[in-house]
């Protein structure tokens, strides 16, 4: 499967992720990580926590169709494998998020920029369960 070279998608994604972890971190103290929002709404403390963790799981899935609305074509997806593996993936990545406390959007995005131990660790230990699994899948089984 080949991969297009985006930069200007990629930067405009990124620099709207940094905003909305900063404005997160500066309006509510909190940190921004996909698998904490969404463990906090199933296991809400309080309606006011509940209510801002389901807005910005709504922003992320109402957002192709900002997309759309904005440039007239819905953002084009390819998963090259079956709904079955997705969930499979799924599973993995949350028991592997749980195990290392928090996913790559947690550790990457805002505890490296808080100078994090923990996630100066994680970070390249995802890099590197990538990359490992990129080559595994790809070369030893055979994958595309």
């Not at 593996?85 to 998020?97: H, S, T």
């Amino acid at each position: 499967m080949e991969t297009n070279f985006t930069p200007f998608a990629s930067l405009a994604g990124g620099a709207a992720i940094g905003l909305s972890a900063v404005l997160l971190m500066v309006g509510l103290g909190r940190i921004m990580g996909a698998t904490g929002l969404l463990s906090g709404v199933l296991f809400a403390e309080s309606r006011d926590e509940l209510m801002w963790r389901l807005a910005v799981i709504a922003g992320m899935v109402l957002s192709p169709g900002v997309i759309w609305g904005v440039t007239g074509a819905m953002p084009s997806i390819e998963v090259p494998v079956s709904p079955r593996m997705i969930a499979i993936g799924g599973v993995i990545v949350g028991i592997g998020a749980r195990m290392g406390s928090g996913c790559t959007s947690g550790h990457g995005v805002c505890g490296l920029s808080r100078l994090s131990i923990r996630s100066m660790v994680a970070v390249p230990t995802f890099i590197l369960t990538a990359g490992l699994t990129v080559f595994v899948i790809r070369h030893v089984l055979g994958g595309s």
